[in-house]
C-alpha cells in the first residue's frame, strides 16, 4: 500500500514536491474525490517510506493551495470546494505563464516580442480547431 | 512541554586522539534522527554514551526520561540497540536467541517475531554461524523490532547489505514511524536511507555537530548554482560555502539559500544558467571540507 | 560493591545464558572424567599415574576452556556489544561472568576431585595419596582463579594464556616440591590419608589466596567505568 503514489530518489524534485504533485493530480483526475480522508501523516510516511517531516510538508503546501483542508482532530481530506479542478487548472496556467516568462528574460526576449509568440500560438491554436 | 528521546547536554568526553567538547543533542519523541559523519566522527561515541556505556568527563544524558548511566537498566528495558559490529552466538539458533531475548524482556512480541522471520527470509533453526552478513544484521534487526522498544538506536544498520536486504531493513524501519511514541536515531555512512526516513539531521565531523536540523529546512538551505561572469571577474560573493571557478564559469554552493540568494548573483553581475539542489551526501562533503 | 543484588535477575539470566553455551562441551569433559576416573581405579601404578597425568590435563583444559570461551571470546566473537545492550550495567555483567565462570568451573572441579577421592577410598589405592591429590587439585583451582581474573580485567587473550603457560610450568615444580617435602612423600603408602601441619597449612595457604585472587578481581571490577 503506498496509495498510489510513486517517489523516487532519482527524480531532480525533492520528495515533497513529489507528493503535492502527485495528489494534486490524483485530485485533478477526480481520483480523490472531494471530501475523501487522507491517510494520516504517518500511516502515508510509513507506507511511503519517507520521513514524517517530509509528508507533514507536502500537506501543508496542499493545504496552502486549497487542494486538501486539514480540521484539527480529524485528519485531512480533499477539499469540498466545487471549483477546486478549475482552479487548479488555473494555478498550472499560471505557473506555465511564469516559466515561460522567465524563459524568455534569460533569452532576452522583449516584452513586445514574449507577447508576440503568444498571439501567434493563440492563432494556431484557433486555427487547427476550426480546420479540425 | 516538549518529551525528549534523547537530551545529551553540554558533553565533554577525550580520548587520546578523540576529543568532544559541549556537545548538546537533542531528538523529540516520536521523531527520527539520522547521524551523519565519516569514520571517526564522534557517532559511535555518542551512541555507546546514550547507552550509558561510557560516561562523559562532563555533562548531562537523559534517555527517555532516564539519567544516563545511573539508571541505564531502566532505559535498556525501552532502547532497541543494534549495530553492525554487533554479533550474535554463533554456536546457538536464532530461535535460541529469541526466546534468550524474550525471557529478559516481557514485551517481545512472538508472533511479530515469527512474520519478521519470514520476512526477512530467516529461519529460527538456523545456526548463527551459517548466516552471511546480511541475514546476521537482520537477525540482531529482528531481536530487537520484535519488543518495539520506545527507543531504537541503530549505529550503521544498512552497511555492508545487499540492495534487496537494504530495503527490507528500511521498510521495517519505516513500520516504526506508524507511532508517534517510538523514536529513532540511526547513524551511516549511506546518506541516501538518512535523507529518506530522517526527520532531523545531525552532522557529526571531529566530535564536533556541524549541524542539527530538521531535514526539509537543511535540504532547502543549500543549493549549487552554475553561473557565468563577466570575463576577467573572480566569483566572490557572499554566503557561499565554495566557489570553483574556471574562466567565465563558476559553481557557487551555498547554505543561505532563499528567494533573494539567486537575485544577489544577478546584482552581483552574475548570469544564473543554472539552480540545483543538493542531495545530503554532496551537503555532507561540502559541509565537511569547509569546516576542515 | 553496591549493587550485586539489585540487578539479580538479570545476573541470573545471563548466568543461565552461559550454562547453555557450555554445556555440551562441559558433558563432554565430564563424560571423560568419568573415563580416567575408571582408570585410576583399577589400581595399578601405571594406570593410576597415567590416570592422574590425564586428570591434570582435564582440569586444566576444562578451566581454560571456560575462560576463553566465556570471556575472551565474548569480547572476540563481537557478543559482547549484544549483552551489554541488554538490562545490565556492565557491573552486573562482570558479576554474572564471575558467577558463571566460577559456577561453570567449580561444579566440574568438584566433582572430578570426589570422584577421584572416592575411587582412592574404594579401591586399593593407598589413601595415603589424598593429600597431594586434594592439594594439587586447589592449586589448579588456584590457577584457574588466577587466569579468570586476568581474562576479567583485561580481555587480552595474549594476558590469559601468558598466565595460563605460567601457572601450568608453576604446577609442574609445585608437584615435584610437593613429592620433596618428608611431610608429604613418606605418607603417600599409608594405609590412611595422613593431614599434618604441613599438609593443612598449605591447604589453607592455597584456599586463602583463591579468596583473595577473587575478591581482588571483583573489587577491580567494580572501578572500571568504561566498557566496550
Sequence with gaps: ?132 | MQSFAFDMRGIDIRYPHFAMENLNLALPQGQVMGLVGVNGAGKSTTIRMLMGLVKPAAGQIEVLGYQMPAQQVQAKYEIGFASDDMRLYKSQTLQWHMDFVHSIYPQFDQAYAKDLLKRFELIGEQKIKGLSHGQRVKASLLLVLARRPKLLILDEPTTGLDPVARDEVISELAEVLRDDARSVLFSSHNTHDIEKLSDQIAFLDRGKLLALQDKETYLDSWSRFRCQLPPGRQADITGAVSIRQQGQLAEIITDQNNHDFPQRLVQAGFTVLEQHRMSLEEIFVANVKRSR | MSNIFSNARMIKLLIGKDWQLVKKSLAAYLAGGVLVIGLMGMATPLLFNTGAILMITLMIVIGARSAIELVINEKKDQTLAFVLSLPVTPQDYAWAKLGANLLLYLVPWLLLVLGMLAVIVSSPVYNGVIPLVVLVSVFILLSYCCYLATALLTYSEGYTTAVMIITNLLLNGFIIWLLRMPAIHLTLEAPTASWNSTSLGLLTGGITLIIIVLLGTAALQQRKTSFL
Design chain 1, 1 to 132: 500500500m503506498t496509495y498510489g503514489l510513486f517517489l523516487s530518489a532519482t527524480d531532480k524534485k525533492p520528495m515533497y514536491l513529489q507528493i503535492v504533485e502527485q495528489i494534486t493530480s490524483k485530485v485533478l483526475l477526480g481520483d480523490w474525490p472531494a471530501d475523501m480522508a487522507l491517510p494520516s501523516i504517518r500511516e502515508l510516511a510509513a507506507a511511503t517510506q519517507v520521513s514524517v517531516i517530509t509528508v507533514k510538508r507536502a500537506y501543508a503546501e496542499l493545504e496552502q493551495a486549497g487542494v486538501i483542508v486539514t480540521q484539527a482532530g480529524r485528519g485531512s481530506f480533499v477539499s469540498p470546494h466545487p471549483d477546486l479542478q478549475q482552479q487548479l487548472k488555473q494555478q498550472e496556467l499560471a505557473q506555465l505563464l511564469q516559466a515561460a516568462v522567465a524563459l524568455a528574460r534569460q533569452l532576452q526576449l522583449t516584452d513586445a516580442e514574449l507577447a508576440a509568440q503568444l498571439e501567434q500560438q493563440l492563432q494556431q491554436s484557433s486555427a487547427q480547431s476550426s480546420a479540425g
